[in-house]
């Protein structure tokens, strides 16, 4: 995008966040939904399709754009960015990546628009963080395919269009290998979606387990036609690690907001007659989240580089997801100790940020995992022993 055309996007979301979605976050909490005018404005802006190719609709931005602009949306509530998150992350990548031309042109035009939403289902109760264990099953029954199985902590599934459901199609075969994606369409005979489930925190973002009894799709509905048979587990990969740096880029952007409301609270609040940002241990917790936060944003947006460059598409995007995600929760961590007594009661902004960010070190890859994929990307041979 022409760089003039960006600064513009960047300021007109940054505007929707400040003026429009941060007064609404204590509602969005309360009620564990996201009002219908702030749904429509996201399509308007087009947010429903900002990592989407120009081509189908959406604003085709670059890796190192995009993380600009989750460090915007990451400034309010995640709920606000898991709304569209997905459209452009993990669900939207999946048609990018390994989608037929005629999968793409019927598809992604919606997708990117927002008139379709899509959800990626390949986490299932046994297959989290490992998705290659998945027992999900899809066999070819003459023209049809049919799907079995369970997900689990599916994003957007009650409200779902469509689902890009992960299945083995070949039981014979090593686990990484012998996993095709199949679009499946909400309201298919078979599918059913569980209650939402109620979650610690990120509320107005939605998420519930998704079962397929039978499920018959036509053949055209698996991705990449026959040549996307068996090649599941790698359009997966492809699609999380873009995910994991946009997701580490929202973390920034919580980062920053935390810091903003510590810095807010120890400028007005005192303590024995003296403004508590005047004591050095308090000036010590805020000069701490301050380093994690710069640090955060420098990582990212290396990250990101190297993403677009395609010099670095597994290590970066497992460091910068592992970095951001614990350092978020030690910037949510010190915030609560900086607001004290009133840092643990419902209703204040550090409180359900606390909250949100516990996920982030779980979600898209446990830390632990991430740990792993580093180091096994750097030992090669060695690591196994």
């Not at 931005?61 to 989750?70: D, K, N, R, T």
């Not at 939207?92 to 793409?104: A, D, R, S």
């Not at 209650?195 to 009894?213: I, N, R, Y």
Request: aromatic letters at 8%; charged letters at 25%; glycine letters at 10%.
């Amino acid at each position: 995008m022409d760089a003039a055309d960006f600064s513009a996007v960047l300021s007109e979301v940054r505007r929707f966040v400040r003026d429009r979605v941060v007064p609404l976050e204590a509602e969005i909490d309360e009620k564990d939904e996201m009002p219908s005018d702030i749904r429509e404005a996201a399509k308007k802006m087009g947010l429903f399709g900002f990592a989407l190719p120009e081509e189908y609709g959406g604003l085709g931005l670059s890796m190192y754009e995009e993380a600009q602009l989750m460090f915007e949306l990451g400034y309010t509530t995640p709920s606000l960015r898991s709304m569209f998150g997905t459209n452009n992350g993990i669900a939207g990548h999946v048609l990018m990546v390994g989608g037929t031309e005629e999968q793409k042109a019927h598809w992604l035009p919606r997708i990117a628009s927002g008139d379709v939403l899509a959800s990626f289902a390949l986490t299932e109760p046994e297959a989290g963080s490992d998705p290659s264990t998945l027992t999900t099953k899809a066999h070819l029954d003459g023209d049809e395919w049919v799907i079995n199985g369970a997900k689990r902590y599916i994003t957007n599934a009650p409200l779902a269009d469509v689902f890009m459901v992960f299945a083995r199609t070949d039981p014979d075969a090593p686990r990484t290998r012998g996993i095709s994606t199949f679009l499946v369409p909400a309201g298919t005979p078979g599918l059913t979606v569980a209650p939402k489930d109620h979650k610690m925190g990120q509320f107005g973002a939605w998420t519930a387990d998704v079962f397929f009894d039978d499920v018959r799709v036509p053949a055209s509905a698996l991705v990449g036609g026959e040549d996307g048979l068996n090649r599941g587990f790698g359009t997966a990969m492809g699609c999380i690690a873009h995910g994991r740096v946009h997701i580490s880029a929202l973390m920034v952007g919580m980062a920053e907001r935390l810091v903003d409301e510590s810095v807010a609270y120890a400028s007005t609040r005192k303590q024995s007659g003296k403004l508590i940002g005047s004591f050095q241990l308090v000036q010590g917790l805020i000069a701490d989240s301050q380093t994690d936060y710069y640090a955060g944003r420098a990582t990212v947006l290396e990250a990101a580089r190297a993403f677009d460059a395609g010099t670095d598409t597994k290590i970066g995007p497992s460091c910068t997801k592992y970095f951001a995600s614990e350092m978020v929760w030690r910037v949510a961590d010190r915030a609560v100790q900086i607001h004290g007594g009133a840092g643990y009661m419902r209703g204040v902004t550090v409180e359900r940020f606390y909250r949100d960010a516990r996920l982030f070190r779980i979600y898209e890859g446990t830390s632990q995992v991430q740990q792993v994929i580093i180091a096994k990307a750097l030992l090669g041979e060695a690591a196994r022993g």
